[in-house]
């Protein structure tokens, strides 16, 4: 069952590796939602480049555009220089994504990753507001800078960043808290008592399915009232759609279907199209208080992940073609694998939203168990939250109906086994 050789890298590389601990074979080549080993061995990829991947691997038009920039020169790196890519990519995400949906937007290119675009948007939030702190909330992720990790509630990815930068207020966060009225009734009070020593905050970053939380998805009314709080008490809302933006959760933005507007977005992953490496940090006009050269970065705005990112705006996004098939898969995934939650009752729980999906478990040795199974029978999924104890999906939104079957079946036998 060709076993790479994997001796090279335990020799050479950190400790600090982690996919590949689980996943112990030598990744070659891919197409669709197929990985082939350097021996030949096919797994199907429901790991998605952790949402880096929604339109598959290796697309044919973003290739063929991608081969056809590169034969004729096309300048590569050009930082902030204007260029023919960036231009047609800047035309095609107003015209195709930001008009459509009545958004105003102005983008910047803050850095090549998720990280980079948290980071220009906390440190935009607080230059525009004169303050400093940020409400996050727990489980969060937001990425792996100190800034970023500061405002991540999950101990174990802060670890080694010590102190916080910003001063992160907790605030209760998850799919089963009710009465929303309540939950912002206490914020209310806090936020006006100047008493109680809490510095009025700059903004509230959030993601509205939280991804290495453990696919944890945030209600539409509680969205809701979380915008009209920060409406109340002027603080600046960011939503962080960098994993389940460009269309994971159906819609091409998470904060769509709450029917909210956030005054900064984060977005990565995805956008590139063809897992090349961009981040946009997108924020109403009026926030634009940038002075030239105040945020930069040698290696933003790459002209190929442009020249990827334009095709797959318009070959994805000119119709809501991709969007239905997505919300067609959540409900399909969620009805194939509701007779685990009968059958185990207490023992596993179904969460997600679109193509974001997760299978919870009461522990993460049975998460553990299940993603060890699924890679020995060529699947390759993803373990979140706070102990690991999700297996989470983030297949290519692409995936065909024999993908989905085949990688739903591979997970409900793994899944039976490791409760029965
Ligand atoms: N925000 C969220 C919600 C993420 O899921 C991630 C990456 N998992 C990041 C930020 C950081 O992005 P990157 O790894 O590209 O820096």
């Not at 260029?83 to 910047?108: C, H, N, W």
């Not at 809302?237 to 959760?249: A, H, N, P």
């Not at 956008?271 to 006009?285: C, E, K, S």
């Not at 373990?383 to 692409?398: H, N, R, S, Y």
Request: charged share 25%; with cysteine.
């Amino acid at each position: 069952d060709g076993t790479s050789d994997i001796s090279a890298f335990e020799k050479h590389e950190s400790e600090v590796r982690s996919y590949s601990r689980n996943w112990p074979v030598v990744f070659d080549t891919a197409k669709g939602a197929t990985l082939t080993t350097e021996d030949g061995v096919e797994y199907l990829d429901f790991f998605g480049g952790a949402g880096a991947l929604n339109y598959g691997h290796n697309d044919d038009d973003m290739k063929a555009a991608l081969l056809e920039y590169v034969q004729r020169d096309g300048i590569t790196h050009s930082l902030d220089k204007y260029t023919p890519a960036k231009r047609r990519f800047l035309e095609a995400f107003q015209s195709v994504i930001i008009e459509p949906r009545g958004l105003d937007y102005k983008v910047m290119f803050p850095g090549p990753t998720g990280t980079n675009a948290v980071e220009s948007a906390l440190k935009l939030a607080r230059k525009v507001t004169g303050r400093e702190a940020i409400i996050n909330f727990t489980n969060s992720f937001h990425g792996m800078t100190l800034g970023s990790l500061a405002v991540t509630g999950n101990s174990m990815k802060r670890a080694g960043a010590g102190v916080p930068l910003v001063h992160a207020t907790p605030m209760p966060y998850d799919n089963y808290l009710e009465g929303v009225e309540s939950d912002f009734k206490w914020m209310d009070r806090l936020l006006e008592d100047s008493g109680s020593g809490l510095n009025k905050p700059a903004a509230v970053i959030v993601e509205c399915v939280q991804g290495e939380g453990g696919i944890n998805a945030a209600r539409a009314d509680w969205l809701r009232a979380l915008r009209d709080l920060c409406d109340r008490h002027e603080l600046l809302l960011i939503v962080d759609e960098v994993q389940m933006g460009c269309g994971r959760t159906g819609e091409f933005f998470s904060f769509e279907f709450a029917g909210i507007k956030p005054d900064i977005v984060a977005i990565s992953k995805s956008i590139g199209g063809y897992g090349l490496p961009l981040a946009l940090t997108l924020f109403r006009p009026e926030l634009d208080e940038w002075t030239p050269g105040e945020h930069n970065g040698t290696f933003r705005g790459n002209n190929m992940a442009f020249v990827t990112a334009e095709v797959a705006l318009r070959k994805f996004w000119s119709d809501d073609t991709l969007e239905k098939r997505t919300l067609e898969n959540g409900r399909w995934l969620r009805e194939k694998f509701a007779p685990l939650v009968e059958k185990f009752p207490g023992q596993v729980e179904l969460r997600g939203r679109g193509m974001a999906f997760g299978i919870a478990f009461t522990n993460p040795e049975l998460s553990e168990q299940v993603m060890k199974e699924c890679f020995d029978n060529h699947l390759l999924v993803e373990t979140a939250g706070p102990q690991d104890e999700v297996v989470k999906f983030l297949a290519p939104l692409i995936i065909t109906d024999e993908e989905r079957q085949r990688g739903a079946d591979i997970t409900y036998a793994a899944v039976e086994r490791a409760l029965a």
